[in-house]
């Protein structure tokens, strides 16, 4: 049975539809990013799973519970928001207890467990200090222990890492992560972020217009989009517009400007037929000085080059359009501006899609 179970779920505010029938099953244990950009729905669907709003239509259940119509303090949720939200005139330690006396915890209970929520946070410390005298990592762990102190069922976070400066955002990546499955919560995380939902994810629903276009594992939702506003979101892609022209298999071939032919994976159930497009992403092409014959190559001219140390960005220009190319810096030279060259790559490194799939 699933630990949280969303079925056809809907929130309405007067004329939008902030959230469209949004159903998801989450597992015991699993951390499951809801991601999209802003007005997408995922902190609205967020506060629905909380009860911090009643949905429209639809169900929601924890464990076997139907919880559509509970109010939120009888879920059993821990909640961490985007401000952190801690109380300044009461002490870390009287934050983390909060959700506890209000809970009706005896005393001698309370001080053991916010010692163990602190010690869990590595911030036994700064039991007496208040939130003004820590940083905002220090905040963000706070929040954090204060909503695991509970012991809930589940752990919802509402994009708790964005106030962070980007060294201490990564830091908080790979602490927040090693917290969750240590404690093995089943956690939803609300964040608009790309990078922090491939890094913290066990699977990513990736939401656009209040409903989820595609839900997979971070390389599943990277490598195989269902569309292409899903591949356009997700890092950057190099898009190509032709025409199919037969398919094989798996594979299928596109008729694209210049004459050429490039040939990638269709996704199952898709009818490769008509106009349609070629997305392949910067990383996977190469730049050679020749053709292969069994990789897909488009002749082209560096347009420029963004020396960046460990890699080298490029932007090629071809009969098919513009590229973007991130290259290994192997050689320690850069292609220079004017240069001819192929752009190769690998079929299996083609997603294409017909037309009609665009988003």
Known sequence: MAKLELEHISKRFDAVLAVDRVSLSIQEGEFVSLLGPSGCGKTTTLGLIAGF?????????????DVTAEPPYRRNTGMVFQNYALFPHMTVAQNIAFGLRMRRV?????????????????????ADRYPRQ???????????????VIEPAILLLDEPLSNLDAKLREEMRIELREIQRRVGITTVFVTHDQTEALALSDRVAVMDHGAIVQVGSPDTIYERPATEFVAGFIGTTNRIEGEFAGATGPYATLKVPGGREVRGLVTPGTRPAGAGLALVRPEKIALTAEAHPDRNALPGTVEHSVYLGMVIHYVVVTDAGRFTVVSQNVSGAAHAPGSGVVLSWDRDHTLLLPAESRS
């Open 134 to 148: 820590l940083s905002g990592g220090q905040q963000q762990r706070i929040a954090l222990a204060r909503a695991l």
């Open 106 to 126: 005896p005393k001698a209970d309370i001080r053991g467990k916010v010692h163990r929520a602190l010690d869990l946070v590595q911030l036994p410390h700064t």
């Open 53 to 65: 709003l009643a949905p429209d239509g639809g169900c929601i259940r924890i464990g076997s519970r």
